[in-house]
């Protein structure tokens, strides 16, 4: 296949002569160069179809290990070390998501994104093949490593290619496959680790496996398709000061994230990783402030108001999303029995509201250019959402589970593409890669704190609400006459409950499997009191979207440009090399001017030298007033 540059902005035209810049000022569209051409809106969707697998990989395993990890860990004998298998994911990938932005616009995409997708099926060969939770912890860490890449340059190659108004249209695509992915996750993870074994192999390893293919034909269809111009050779300088100093300050922090509940918040681990961490932000802003232009995250990007209004509503996008949603399966499972798989067949219909949010969000962006509605309005149903959400009960029908689901997916679908293409029509091109991965980078920290809240918030309530369910139980009928039943006395299963009720210590939540096996008057109280912990970390969330709102609100609509990435880093490049050579030009005319005047300072003294010379009588050796002959 010949070389060609991705840089056709509309698919069924030909770029404008004009475009509008962030500003709004008119902006030449670049000439095709030499040799080159425009991809074809087929080439377009081939080319996304080969980056679309590497996020729905990177999206299915931020999930798929969740319901697969009691079986791994009980095969590995280690499952008190589970959690170290999800947080070494999530410190790698969080932390490598700039990095592969910065780079990438320094070095160029399509190197980092083959590096990222290699990493990922490295990391997934590995996993399958560990032999204990330390291994696999170590190679989901490696799997994290690509994984960092993989969303982020996606979205950032889909700018190189699409302009800002029709690449609304193709971020759909992404958007759904992001959602599907999530929301299937649980169910693969659920169907691999409830199977013995698949081709002679333990069909919980297939969990990590399954990536391999997909990830190779990944591989081989970008390495194909893909061809971007190469970038200009400017002398940078990479910023390992500051790559060092984000690893110090967001290590500790991700890690008492995931870790704190079960450490203390207040614990010595704690208080150290807190330490250490604000020691790192302190760190990693001199670091950023030293290396200037060439920093990982250039500080003078948040000068720009779409950039900084947009990190912090992604932030608290985040928050709201994960951390409402991380309970929702809780809810699912435990008060009402579901298993991991089916619970994740019920949260399908949230990947019916992205994707009909998603679709006619970009839809509309491409006809009319506005933007800014969907992320307001998508906030706000994510609001509502959450606030539905909040009045669940272990008796709550399924059918007003499932609208509320399209409520908040609809949330989702509008709210997650405008912000993102907002920040990348914001930002110059040279910035894009950047500017797309903190987007993103927010919005996982966000995500991760959230988590880590809500959860808390959930397991520090959940024990009092249980308890006064059973004080509201006790003065029931039914509660007392199971109490007085002998067959429930006698079930085994009923003994911990009916030991608390005579005295005895509260069974564990630590393993709440034991509530779906007791009798349905006695796990009343407990899946009563689980539902209110619920429905209180789900109006927690409603009140941090309205934070969402404000800061949509605030996000500056500009013009969206009608030229893509690649066009605009181009007439950027060929700006500035017009702009140095009228400088060199005005300086050559000023050498030039110069050395005229040199010349002709040069050419009046040597003519009054001469005039002087004539003056003098050579007869009277220069003598003034002697006579002549």
Same mark, same amino acid.
Not at 70 to 78: F, P, Q
Not at 412 to 419: A, E, K, N, W
Not at 513 to 517: L, S
């Given at each position: 296949?010949?070389s ?5 902005? #509309?698919?069924?035209?030909?770029? !404008? ?6 500003s709004g000022?008119a902006?030449?569209?670049?000439p ?13 969707l081939?080319?996304i ?8 990989l ?5 999930t ?5 990890i ?9 499952l ?10 999530l ?11 910065k ?15 290699g ?9 399958g ?8 912890a ?6 994290? *490593? ?5 969303m982020?340059l996606a ?11 029709e ?23 659920g169907f691999?680790a409830?199977?013995?074994?698949i081709?002679g192999i333990t ?7 399954? /990536?391999?293919?997909l990830?190779?034909?990944?591989i081989?269809?970008?390495w ?6 190469p970038l ?11 790559a ?5 300050? *967001?290590?500790p ?9 079960a450490?203390g918040?207040g614990?010595?681990?704690a208080?150290l990783?807190y #330490?250490?961490g ?7 802003l001199?670091?950023e402030t030293r290396?200037?232009?060439d ?11 779409t ?6 509503a ?6 709201g ?12 499972q435990?008060?009402?029995g579901l ?8 949260l399908?219909p949230?990947?019916?509201g ?7 969000s970009?839809?509309?962006t491409?006809r009319t250019?506005?933007?800014?509605v ?5 906030t ?8 539905l959400f909040?009045r ?9 589970f499932?609208?509320?689901s399209?409520v908040?997916?609809?949330g ?8 993102v293409?907002?920040?990348? /029509?914001a ?7 950047v500017?797309?991965?903190?987007s993103?980078?927010f919005?996982?920290m966000g ?21 006064t ?12 006459a ?11 299963? /009923? ?8 005295g ?8 709440s ?5 007791l ?5 009343q !109280? ?13 109006l ?6 309205v ?15 009608n ?10 490049e060929?700006a ?17 001017a ?7 300072g040069a050419r009046v003294a ?7 010379k004539?003056a003098?009588n050579?007869a ?8 002549t002959?």
């Open positions: 296949m010949s060609r540059t991705d840089q056709q902005s #509309t698919p069924e035209a030909s770029p !404008p002569a004009a475009s509008r810049d962030a000022a902006s030449p569209a670049s095709q160069p030499a040799g080159l051409h425009a991809p074809s809106h087929r080439e377009i081939t080319i179809g080969g980056l679309m697998i590497g996020m729905f990177a999206a299915l395993d931020q798929v290990v969740a319901t697969a009691r079986t791994i860990g009980d095969d590995l004998h280690g008190s070390l589970q959690a170290w298998v999800t947080t070494a994911y410190l790698t990938s969080t932390i490598a998501t700039p990095l592969y932005g780079l990438s616009d320094i070095y160029g995409r399509k190197p980092f994104y083959m590096t990222a997708i990493l990922f099926v490295v990391g997934s060969v590995l996993s093949m560990a032999g204990s939770m330390y291994q696999l170590l190679a989901r860490g490696l799997q994290g *490593l690509g994984a960092g890449g993989l982020s979205i950032t190659i889909l700018g190189d290619l699409v302009a800002p108004r690449r609304a249209r193709y971020q759909a695509y992404f958007l759904a496959v992001w959602g599907t992915s999530s929301v299937l996750g649980p169910v693969i993870g691999f409830g199977t013995p074994h081709l069909g919980w390893r297939w969990v990590f496996l399954v /990536n391999v293919p990830g190779l034909v990944g081989a269809v970008i194909r398709v893909l061809h971007l111009p200009r050779k400017v002398e940078h300088r990479i910023d390992w000061p500051g060092l100093a984000l690893i110090v300050a *967001l290590v922090l991700l890690l008492v994230a995931e870790q704190g509940r450490w918040w614990s010595g681990h208080l990783c #330490t250490i604000v020691v790192g932000i302190g760190l990693f001199a670091a290396a200037g232009a920093a990982i995250l250039p500080l003078y990007m948040f000068r720009n108001r950039f900084s209004v947009g990190a912090g992604n932030a608290v996008i985040g928050l999303m994960f951390g409402g949603l991380a309970t929702l399966p809780l809810y699912l435990i008060v009402r298993s991991p798989t089916k619970a994740g067949l019920v399908i949230f990947t019916v992205i994707m009909t949010a998603s679709i006619a970009g839809q509309t491409a250019g506005r933007y800014k969907f992320p307001v309005g998508g706000v149903l994510m609001g509502i959402g959450a606030l909040s669940l009960d272990p008796s709550t029908p399924m059918a007003q499932f609208t509320y399209v908040f997916g609809l989702l679908g509008f709210v997650m593409q405008p912000l293409l907002a920040v990348q /029509n930002v110059p091109a040279k910035d894009m890669g500017a797309t991965s903190s993103l980078f919005r996982q995500g991760t704190l959230g988590t880590a809240v809500f959860l808390s918030v959930l397991f520090s309530t959940v024990g009092d609400n249980i308890a369910a059973f004080r509201a139980a006790v003065k029931t009928p039914s509660f007392l199971a109490v007085a039943d002998p067959a429930v006395a006698a079930n085994p299963a /009923n003994a911990a409950v009916i030991g608390m009720l005579k005895g210590p509260a069974p564990s939540l630590d393993d499997a034991f509530i779906n096996a009798d349905p008057r006695l796990a !109280p407990f899946l009563v009191g689980f539902s209110q912990s619920v429905d209180k970390v789900l927690l969330a409603a009140i941090v979207m934070a969402g709102i404000v800061l949509t609100l605030l996000v500056p609509e500009l013009p969206l440009r030229v893509s990435g690649i066009q605009s880093r181009q007439a950027d060929r500035h090399d017009e702009r140095t050579a009228a400088a060199d030009e005005r300086a050559s005319d000023e050498r030039t110069s050395a005229d005047e040199r010349s002709a040597g003519e009054r030298s001469a005039d002087v004539v003098v050579p009277t050796d220069g003598q003034p007033g002697a006579a002959d």
